[in-house]
């Protein structure tokens, strides 16, 4: 009788099948998440209507109390979304991620924002250029007028850039304050729409991250209403960067950065403009 061996490899009709990789779990209730929605929306709303209105020069004369409430509705969402979490015992840490590596892994973060920042801005460049291209296209009109004559100024563009400038800091306290704004935007947003709603999504679509990327980047736009239709378009695409940003690094840190300085830079380059009456 021959011995056996023990290093035969097993019959492919005894080898049961590798079982499917989990959905990713839902981090809050389905409930939850839908007054989230429900109140993102009604902000965006709200918010558009009292900057297109005549409350918009009530909001340009006292910027300290409008960035104050912006912070205080950004803080309200972030104890809602704690809330949630606590709902399913989930650790309201593990929305930024893995955040370990020390010092080194810091700075290496803070060189991702940087050039992760060039490139979005290159990318929302080229957008806008082939929406002006496109909406030449679509209205019969050139890209550039003969004979000397200035392009036709958009006036829904146009008072987006009006509404914008009226947030801009004007006067030292206002530049400090709007530094403080930006950074709890960057912190803030990127905790909702990239750590919440970027998970929350993901698991709703069985764990389908392209998925969770698009909802969350739809939203992130949606919320932006006061900047007009145009700018939510490109504010998704920047959203959906950032999204991608936070899946690569597998954390919100290089985001929050990034999404800081914008904001801040954004808000520096109104306010120059403001001063030499441009805008």
């Known amino acids: 009788m021959e011995p056996m061996d023990t290093n035969q490899e097993p019959s ?18 389905v409930w939850h998440t839908l007054l989230l929605v429900a109140g993102i929306v009604v902000l965006s ?7 297109s209105g005549p409350g918009a020069n009530a909001i340009a ?35 930024f991620g893995d955040l370990s590596g020390g010092v080194k892994t810091f700075f290496l973060d803070l ?24 909406d030449a296209a679509i209205h019969h009109r050139p890209l550039i007028p003969k004979g000397g004559k200035s392009a036709p ?4 563009q146009q008072h987006t850039v009006q509404t914008l400038a009226a947030l801009a800091p004007s006067n030292a306290t206002e530049i400090a304050a709007w530094a403080l704004v930006c950074i709890m935007a960057g912190l803030i947003e990127e905790l909702v729409f990239r750590g919440y709603l970027l ?41 959906a960067l ?29 306010a120059l403009l403001k001063s030499k009456h441009l805008v």
């Open 153 to 156: 100024v958009d006036p829904v």
């Open 199 to 239: 998970r929350q999504f993901t698991a709703w679509s069985r764990g389908i991250v392209a998925a969770g990327v698009l909802f969350s980047s739809l939203m992130f736009g949606a919320a932006h209403g006061y900047q007009g239709v145009r700018n939510m378009v490109f504010l998704t695409l920047f959203g």
């Open 61 to 95: 004369s006292n910027r300290l109390v409008t960035y104050a409430t912006t912070v205080g509705s950004e803080l309200l969402m972030v104890a809602w979304i704690w809330f949630g979490l606590r709902l399913r015992k989930v650790p309201f840490r593990s929305l």
């Open 242 to 270: 950032f999204a991608l940003l936070a899946v690569f690094r597998r954390n919100l840190r290089a985001g929050m950065f990034a999404h800081a300085w914008h904001d801040f830079f954004v808000g520096l380059v109104l």
């Open 111 to 134: 060189g991702i924002a940087a050039a992760f920042w060039i490139g979005a801005l290159m990318v929302l460049m080229t957008s806008a250029v082939i929406w002006l291209v496109a």
């Open 12 to 29: 492919p009709a005894l080898v049961e099948p590798a079982a499917p990789p989990p959905a990713r779990a839902a981090i809050a209730p």
């Open 45 to 51: 709303i709200e918010g558009a209507r009292e900057l």
